[in-house]
């Protein structure tokens, strides 16, 4: 079978609480599971978490709870991939193995149900034993500048100052939104980047949300994208 899991601990820093947090009227945790839900991929959607007033609002809106993350997973140093391993690791212990297991962030509002529908046929058309979420960065990495100790800036790439935008490699980078895997990639703790293809989403559909300004941004981004559908 195909389960979901969304990490979603209580003890965020740099913006309190952010799970729980009202984000375009709904808590930030519900857009998350109602796209698990609409995607129709999965035989369970569960959350992994220690705080039980999360736990209690996921509940309310059609996750599973079976199980109290424990502690030693829900400080500031706990990795994802320990944490989906003592899931996947949790169902098979209880009779519900699963196949294919998606892990899916709890702050991750612009993911659609088509995406996550989209990850799983890739996974399962290809050999690889991860399919995750990217995007494109919106300006040459090539071209990026240091700050020197004095204050001045400097090329990464310096031999690339004369190369025309258009003649540069296209970089991508992760958009935190939803990792698909294998079972035994997960148990394993293997590197999602070691075995795994990318399902490329637009730009305007990725915001990290880890500041204020961050959180701000999403919002105008996420209401532009309403507005225009």
């Known amino acids: 079978m195909t389960v979901c899991v969304i990490p979603a601990r209580g003890g965020s820093k740099r913006i309190a609480r952010k799970n729980l947090r009202e984000f375009c009227g709904k808590p930030m945790l519900v857009w998350s599971i109602e ?22 609002l996921a509940r309310a809106h059609g996750a599973e709870v079976p199980f109290v993350r424990p502690s030693e997973l829900a400080d500031d140093y706990a990795t994802t991939g320990a944490v989906m391993a003592h899931a996947v690791a949790w169902l098979a212990e209880h009779n519900r ?83 698909w895997g294998k079972s035994a990639a997960w148990l394993s703790e293997k590197p999602v980047f070691e075995s795994a293809l990318p399902l490329i989403l637009p730009a305007h559909r990725v915001q990290d949300i880890d500041r204020e300004a961050d959180w701000q941004r999403a919002e105008w981004l996420f209401k532009a994208m309403l507005a225009s559908q």
């Open 97 to 179: 193995e699963a196949q294919e297991v998606c892990c899916l962030y709890a702050t991750a509002p612009f993911v659609q149900a088509q995406d996550l529908r989209d990850g799983l046929r890739r996974l399962r058309e290809s050999q690889a034993e991860y399919v995750f979420s990217v995007t494109d960065y919106a300006f040459p990495i090539q071209r990026a500048l240091r700050l020197q100790a004095d204050g001045s800036v400097a090329m990464f790439q310096p031999e690339q100052f004369q190369t025309r935008s258009q003649d540069l490699e296209q970089a991508y980078h992760d958009a935190g939104q939803f990792y």
């Open 35 to 56: 796209a698990a839900l609409e995607s129709g991929c999965f035989a369970a959607v569960l959350l992994s978490t220690e705080d039980e007033e999360i736990a209690e």
